[in-house]
């Protein structure tokens, strides 16, 4: 893991935990440099982690302030942390349905923006928060970039396997969000009725460099899911 986010995560650890309840605001960078023994673009990127997902907020001038949580439990859309880092506190787990490899065909290799044929990993995974379903996943994943998955991967979590073990840097995603109603079949997954609503997430996800390694449809319960967006006036 890029060792910001290994500082990002140690700071959030640290706010959950109460550290800096009675003050409302963090130390100074300087101060915080310290504590870490890492360099100001180090602890700036980790700032900005949190910043993103709505947990710190800058005023420029004064320092950094901790936001007070008004929505619990949602999934923060402009994060690509994967599932697992969204409900770190919650009982969670994947129940895989089908992990296979195959080949793009002309639909695969536009949304992973590869060569016809290229060897690929399709996942279709449950996602369950507390033991109750929460989404279901199809997932295409380039092999030459990740060339392998196997079942344990995918159990737990398949990002925290591309940076911890393959050593890759997740970059951005392009997200396109919609509503449709559930299939027969996803229904049944979700332990919902046919044609009941379901939000969708569509993304596509890059590695730094800009190379594309996962295309994946994600179909959320409507009960379960909410969602979050941090707006900023630029």
Request: proline share 3%; glycine share 4%.
């Amino acid at each position: 893991m890029m060792k910001y986010r290994v500082v990002a995560d140690q700071l959030l650890e640290e706010i959950a935990h109460g550290k800096y309840k009675n003050e409302n605001r963090l130390p100074t960078e300087e101060e915080l440099i310290t504590e870490y023994g890492v360099s100001r673009n180090t602890l700036r990127n980790a700032i900005d982690v949190l910043v993103d997902k709505s947990i710190l907020y800058r005023v420029q001038g004064s320092g950094i302030y901790i936001r007070k949580p008004i929505y619990q439990d949602t999934i923060t859309i402009n994060s690509i942390r994967g599932f697992k880092e969204e409900f770190k506190n919650k009982k969670i787990h994947s129940k895989i349905i089908t992990l296979e490899q195959g080949i793009a065909d002309e639909k695969i290799s536009k949304r992973l923006q590869c060569e016809l044929g290229t060897p690929i990993y399709f996942i279709n995974r449950i996602r369950y928060v507390e033991d109750k379903p929460f989404s279901i996943e199809y997932s295409y994943f380039n092999k030459d970039v990740i060339p392998y998955i196997g079942k344990e991967i995918a159990e737990d979590s398949i990002y925290n396997y591309i940076e911890n073990d393959l050593k890759l840097t997740i970059g951005f995603a392009d997200k396109y969000i919609f509503v449709e109603k559930l299939s027969k079949i996803n229904s049944e997954y979700l332990e919902l009725e046919e044609a009941d609503p379901s939000m969708v997430i569509e993304e596509t996800v890059f590695l730094s460099n800009g190379k594309v390694f996962n295309h994946s449809t994600v179909i959320h319960h409507y009960k379960q899911a909410k969602f979050f967006a941090l707006a900023k006036n630029w």
